[in-house]
């Protein structure tokens, strides 16, 4: 956690965590160090990248989240459940950066491990860090909230700017199509707890996508047992 006098609260939130979830990406590391098996270390780190930013450095092989990208998803969830109290925002911010910091991870486990994927390597890292929120969290419901937290950024994200022919040719697919997948995993790991997304206007058509979802995350989940096997601890 590099000290930013320019985002001294941001820094104080990850490294702390909040109330109810204190050290939260420090408690997330040691289950990964309990739990993996690499062949040199990870550095993680948050610091002020002057962007809004996530990456992995293949050359360093190191992991950076930025403050930046920590502010602007404080805002938009700010935004989207000011009707609620500060820890509950602070709590649903943290849930999408750690959903950010395991999509980067999985960008750093295809490398270092060599994985053999299939399709574009974003949204690969996209369904890798729902099934790690989803499969390992503490408890099965925080996992579905906290990518619906994830999806709901995406969602917000959006903009006609996005249809713009140099946006299709990029990696990443649209935030809306990333705000419907994960709704998708979220709602395919557990349709009960996630039944209310049927019949939310925040999502039209998504009861015509609904049908295959679990099939969807049932593949993930089985995709990504079978890839790890060789590296777990």
Known sequence: ???????????????????????????VTDWLNQNYRLPHDVPIFFFECNMTNAYYEPNAKEIVLCYELVKQYHNII?????????????????SAVNYVFYHELAHALIDIYDLRITGLEEDVA???????????????NIGSDQIQFAAIINGLS???AQFQPSVFADTHSLSIQRYYNLMCYAYGNDPVYNASVLESPSFPGFDQRAPYCENEYAQIVNTWDYLLVPFLK
């Open 78 to 94: 700010y935004y989207a459940y000011s009707h609620t109290n500060d820890d509950y925002i602070g709590y649903a911010t943290l």
């Open 126 to 140: 996209d369904q890798y860090s729902a099934y790690m929120i989803a499969e390992f969290s503490a408890d099965e």
């Open 1 to 27: 956690y590099v000290p930013s006098d320019n985002y001294s609260d941001y820094e104080a939130w990850v490294k702390n965590g909040m109330n109810n979830y204190p050290n939260f990406f420090d408690d």
């Open 158 to 160: 959006h903009s006609e």
